[in-house]
């Protein structure tokens, strides 16, 4: 009975840490910045290293509604942006790298965004058609769990 009662109290911590080892949107971005949409207006461009070693599909909190995919993120996002003046504008978010990498996104509302391919040439592009304001994380990872340079650019267009 006594090594039952342990390896339950083993699997238990075992499950709380993968959770832990998840993209959090609890955390602030590794880089943080304020935006607005007619800042975005022009193109802005952010250097990252692409990857991370949390396997999206065991991440039971991500669920993205948009595309699902395989991807490895990090748990802190690699940026949190505070938007504001976003009525009027598309946000387009894409990442050119050196890889096949993934992105990541979770919005003020708490929903999710994911995409492998969109911007051609193994990168991804998400499109936020209304963005709100408030704050929004992304993670640059990589599909296969390499990692190597990428650039983060956010720009805004009139709707």
């Keep these: 009975m006594r090594a039952f009662v ?6 238990v911590t075992l499950g709380s840490n993968r959770a832990e080892a998840c993209p959090n949107y609890n955390m602030i971005g590794v880089e943080s910045y304020q935006a607005s949409g007619s800042q975005l207006y022009s193109r802005r461009d952010f250097s990252v290293v692409a ?14 509604g948009t595309d699902t995919g395989a991807g490895y993120f990090t748990t802190q996002p690699d940026f949190s942006f505070v938007l ?39 990168d991804p592009r998400i499109v ?26 956010l720009e805004t267009f009139l709707r």
């Design 51 to 64: 990857g991370g070693s949390n396997y999206i599909f065991n991440c039971r909190n991500v669920r993205p």
């Design 84 to 122: 504001s003046g976003m009525g009027g504008y598309r946000l387009d978010i894409s990442v050119v790298s050196q890889c096949d990498s993934a992105l990541l996104i979770n919005t003020g509302n708490v929903n999710w965004f994911y995409d492998d391919d969109d911007n051609g040439n193994l």
């Design 6 to 11: 342990f390896l339950v109290a083993a699997l």
């Design 128 to 153: 936020l058609t209304r963005p709100s304001n408030g704050r929004i994380d992304i993670w640059v990872g990589t599909y296969d769990g390499a990692y190597c340079d990428a650039v983060l650019s």
